[in-house]
């Protein structure tokens, strides 16, 4: 039985017989809106992450994308919602009170008691799918995309729903702790960053890493141009709904949000152009990108001024982690650990320095100590803390993931040595990105004859280790040395 009515003014209240709330519509509609803003950068990852690729690789990221939102919203329904937000008291991982969400419809959210609890749902359903999105960028041009939908499931349930409740959920321990992240930059970015160097690390890297031929540049600019677009236009749901609120917070978060993607994307546009002298369009998308990521643990703690900091610092340091990759040995195709882990980190240092107590109590209801502006200088220990706990444990479990699939061949995420030459896209789905319908050719002979090539050109290519400084592959810099025979 739904045990609410609405009152004179419209708004909706909540009763169990003992206690009561007052749930606001403006609240509640804001916060849906900003859900269905968020779930625009699901397929704005896909298209961007699909630009960045080789051709024969590209349509396996828009399907990911998709697969990922359908995966993930079947177990958030399940299970993630009640691991993540349960009101158990263990400070780690939640129980199955709110099993395939049950009781959960009217009564007060854990975010915020002016919405009802299936709002917030929503609303958190947004961030649950969108992460392991990121993370399965890392499979790229070598990944088999069955086993993904066991993987992305797996990892949702034992390292995003767990670190969630840490942040988020009143009784986790970084909450209690005091971290402060207001839109995602330790469960999302830290997360799906760390998980990436895992899975590169763990499935190996691809035929020729390191020579001339895997020095390709994007496939289509086009689509970064659009996942860009819609990454961005999703970031006001994602840090404005943060808010849970219609309120002064909200609309202050969505203004550091723009500034700090802005002068994020200036900031990688100029980097870039003391290299080459041209004005790339990759590295503009690249630093709105780390812009964005870096505000998100501050975007409702920090003023207009503070976010520039922000923008130029996340978007100038994971310029030059990219290079990272190299330094390890990692073959992080798409500079997911640099963009997202890297930026996440910066973000989430610069939040302990400049978080205000004044900012985050526009809201009306907001009490933090803030961050070293106010005196709170333990709070860089925190944020450092709760970073640090976040990256290895989900480095650990994703690894153990990992592991254990790998001994259940059905499970095994590395594509064959056949699928990696022909493409992903062919060799998984019988599609490419742009299909040619030609009855004339026999596609058999035309994959053999393709694989044939793919082999001859990797002899034809030579060991190459990148400078310190070149500019490479990737989201960031790509731009390539002449090649030489």
């Known amino acids: 039985m739904v045990n609410v009515t609405y009152d004179t003014s419209g708004d909706l209240t909540w009763s169990n017989g003992l206690e009561s709330d007052v749930f606001n519509l403006g609240d509640i509609a804001w916060t849906l809106v900003s859900a269905v803003l968020a779930w625009i950068t699901i397929p704005g990852f896909g298209f961007f992450f699909s630009g960045l690729l080789q051709r024969k690789n590209a349509l396996s990221m828009l399907y990911l994308s998709m697969m990922t939102s359908m995966v993930v919203s079947l177990q958030w329904y399940l299970l993630g919602y009640s691991l993540a937000f349960s009101d158990s008291t263990n400070p780690f991982m939640g129980d199955l009170k709110y099993f395939a969400l049950r009781n959960v419809l009217e009564q007060p959210s854990v975010g915020s008691a002016r919405i009802p609890a299936i709002v917030f749902c929503v609303f958190q359903l947004m961030f649950a799918t969108f992460t392991p999105m990121i993370a399965t960028g890392a499979l790229a041009e070598r990944g088999r995309l069955g086993p993904t939908i066991v993987f992305v499931f797996i990892w949702s349930t034992l390292v995003y729903d767990p670190i969630v409740r840490w942040t988020w959920n009143p009784n986790g321990w970084a909450y209690v702790f005091g971290n402060l992240d207001f839109a995602g930059g330790t469960p999302v970015h830290i997360t799906a960053g760390s998980a990436a160097l895992a899975i590169s690390f763990y499935i190996g890297r691809r035929r020729g890493y390191g020579t001339m031929r895997l020095a ?47 002068v994020g994307g200036l900031t990688w546009l100029l980097v870039d152009w003391r290299l080459e002298h041209k004005w790339s369009v990759v590295g503009l998308c690249s630093g709105v990108l780390c812009g964005l990521v870096a505000i998100s643990p501050a975007s409702g703690f920090v003023s207009p001024s503070i976010s520039i900091i922000f923008g130029f610092v996340g978007s100038f340091v994971c310029n030059y982690a990219t290079m990272l990759k190299f330094l390890i040995g990692c073959d992080d195709t798409l500079d997911i650990f640099a963009t997202h882990a890297v930026a996440a980190f910066a973000g989430n240092m610069l939040t302990a320095l400049f978080a205000q107590s004044s900012i985050a109590s526009t809201d009306g209801t907001t009490s933090i100590a803030g961050g070293w502006l106010d005196h709170n200088y333990r709070q860089l220990g925190i944020q450092l803390a709760v970073s640090v706990a976040a990256f290895v444990y989900c480095y650990v479990i994703t690894t153990l993931i990992l592991w254990v699939m790998h001994f259940i061949p059905v499970l095994r995420l590395r594509c064959s040595e056949e699928a990696e030459l022909l493409g992903i896209d062919d060799a998984e789905m019988g599609e490419t990105i742009i299909y040619q319908n030609d009855a004339t050719v026999d596609h058999d002979i035309d994959r053999d004859a393709r694989i044939m090539q793919e082999r001859n050109e990797e002899l034809e290519t030579y060991w190459l280790v990148p400078e310190f400084g070149t500019v490479t592959l990737g989201p960031v810099q790509y731009f390539m040395k002449e090649k030489q025979r």
């Open 216 to 262: 390709y540049r994007p496939h289509n600019v086009t689509y970064i141009v659009l996942g860009t677009v819609f990454i961005w236009f999703g970031s006001f749901g994602i840090n404005g709904g943060s808010a849970l609120s219609a309120n002064l917070r909200a609309a202050e978060a969505c203004v550091v949000t723009y500034i700090a993607a802005s």
